[in-house]
């Protein structure tokens, strides 16, 4: 039986359990986030949450509980509505992303981002994955640009199945090899940070599984944030789960203890279905 309403429980949540990232194994850091719309409309309240070196956070939570916007928040892409505000700290490798010194378009190509509808743009998929390399000055001839392409259609799983037909238009391709390709131009950037915003919500389970594949094998090289609605997702994939509530970050731990052991009432409530 429910001790008490969702919002009383809010309202005696006090510190965010979980247990925090060790001191200096973190990526990215968000210290007492709030966001607004249009001034009075506050979508998260008071989130502080780490990403740490070499894994995959998932955040989970029901729809418009505020983890896509805090997602948005950490490349700086709610900086393109009009109207909404971000306070607090976020900080990439201890550097506030927020700086007036930062250029937002540099930061994305260091935290990049994958969208939940693959994305790709109206051009060939070798343009695909060149564009950001040429856009940032990455490569230095076509040669050093040819290895980068390459690299990046490995790295993201596509390489075999494009290698013969790169100058075809990457719409051409399927659902799932179209997101594939989205990660190869994000990752070709050398990007330090990738977010991706429920990556499989659009494909069949088989190509699901094998971006979930990906992402497993990409986090030996990247930090991963990971906004979706399947919870069976989030337990396959994460080392670390953030579940969201009515715009605040209830809980975040290892995933195992917040899919069999979770420590507050709200999340318990939503893992075993009671709400969501």
């Not at 550097?95 to 051009?123: A, E, H, T």
């Not at 940032?136 to 199945?161: M, P």
């Not at 088989?206 to 030996?220: D, G, N, R, V």
């Amino acid at each position: 039986m429910r001790k008490g309403t969702d919002v009383e429980l809010l309202q005696n949540l006090g510190d965010t359990v979980g247990k925090p990232l060790i001191d200096g194994d973190s990526r990215m850091s968000c210290s007492k986030v709030d966001v607004f719309y249009n001034n009075n409309n506050q979508a998260i309240f008071d989130i502080s949450v780490d990403l740490g070196k070499n894994e995959i956070l998932a955040m989970i939570g029901p729809s418009g509980c505020g983890k896509s916007t805090l997602l948005r928040c950490l490349n700086r892409m709610n900086d393109t509505i009009e109207g909404c505000k971000v306070e607090g700290e976020i900080t990439l490798d201890g550097i506030d992303v927020y700086s007036k010194n930062i250029d937002p378009v540099l930061l994305r190509s260091n935290v990049g981002m994958v969208f939940q509808k693959p994305n790709p743009f109206p051009k060939s998929i070798y343009d695909n994955v060149a564009y950001g390399p040429r856009l940032h000055g990455l490569a230095r001839n076509g040669a050093e640009l040819d290895d980068l392409v390459e690299e990046s259609l490995i790295k993201s799983g596509l390489w075999k199945e494009t290698k013969d037909r790169l100058n075809k238009p990457g719409t051409g391709l399927s659902g799932g090899q179209q997101q594939r390709l989205c990660i190869a131009r994000t990752i070709a950037v050398k990007p330090e940070v990738i977010l991706m915003d429920e990556p499989t919500s659009a494909l069949d389970p088989i190509a699901t599984a094998t971006i979930e594949e990906l992402m497993y094998e990409l986090k030996s090289s990247y930090t991963i944030a990971v906004v979706t609605h399947s919870m069976q997702q989030a337990a396959r994939i994460s080392d670390r789960t953030a579940y969201f509530h009515l715009g605040r970050l209830v809980e975040v731990n290892e995933t195992n203890k917040v899919f069999t052991n979770p420590e507050h009432e709200l999340t318990e409530n939503y893992i075993t279905g009671r709400f969501g």
